[in-house]
């Protein structure tokens, strides 16, 4: 396993873990951890994100790019995945059924269509 390939596996695991632990521990009252449950989920989507840019520095690479089509293509699956979440929230949450069924289908589309726009069309 090359080392850039270990490090990627590390960073996502323990961001991963530390994130979803977060989540827990936030969201759910009985445990009574809001504060720290916040803390522990910044951690770990902090780590999570810095995969990309120690990823891409361990490849020689420069950190980061931005241009017109990086920031539209993140802004293209925040959005996307934005509206996925409020699809969920009113299906689990709201008990609104067949409206979140069909707003979370929008932000799956949302999202597929990113694929095109990072693969190019040919």
Same mark, same amino acid.
């Given at each position: 396993?090359?080392?850039?390939?270990? /490090?990627?596996?590390?960073?996502?695991?323990?961001?991963?873990? +530390?994130?979803?632990?977060?989540?827990?521990?936030?969201?759910?009252?009985?445990?009574?951890?809001? @504060? @720290?449950?916040?803390?522990?989920?910044?951690?770990?989507? /902090?780590?999570?994100?810095?995969?990309?840019?120690?990823?891409?520095?361990?490849? !020689?690479?420069?950190?980061?790019?931005?241009?017109?089509?990086?920031?539209?293509?993140?802004?293209? !699956?925040?959005?996307?995945?934005?509206?996925?979440?409020?699809?969920?929230?009113?299906?689990?949450?709201?008990?609104?059924?067949?409206? !979140?069924?069909?707003?979370?289908?929008?932000?799956?589309?949302?999202? +597929?269509?990113?694929?095109? /726009?990072?693969?190019?069309?040919?």
């Amino acid at each position: 396993m090359k080392k850039k390939n270990f /490090v990627t596996l590390i960073m996502g695991t323990v961001g991963g873990i +530390l994130f979803a632990l977060g989540m827990c521990m936030a969201l759910l009252p009985e445990w009574g951890a809001m @504060q @720290q449950g916040v803390a522990a989920g910044a951690i770990g989507a /902090v780590m999570l994100l810095a995969i990309v840019p120690v990823r891409r520095k361990m490849d !020689g690479k420069p950190a980061i790019v931005l241009n017109a089509r990086t920031i539209g293509t993140a802004l293209l !699956g925040i959005f996307g995945a934005a509206v996925l979440g409020v699809g969920m929230c009113m299906v689990l949450v709201w008990n609104m059924m067949i409206p !979140g069924i069909i707003v979370g289908l929008v932000g799956i589309v949302l999202l +597929l269509c990113l694929i095109p /726009v990072i693969k190019g069309l040919k």
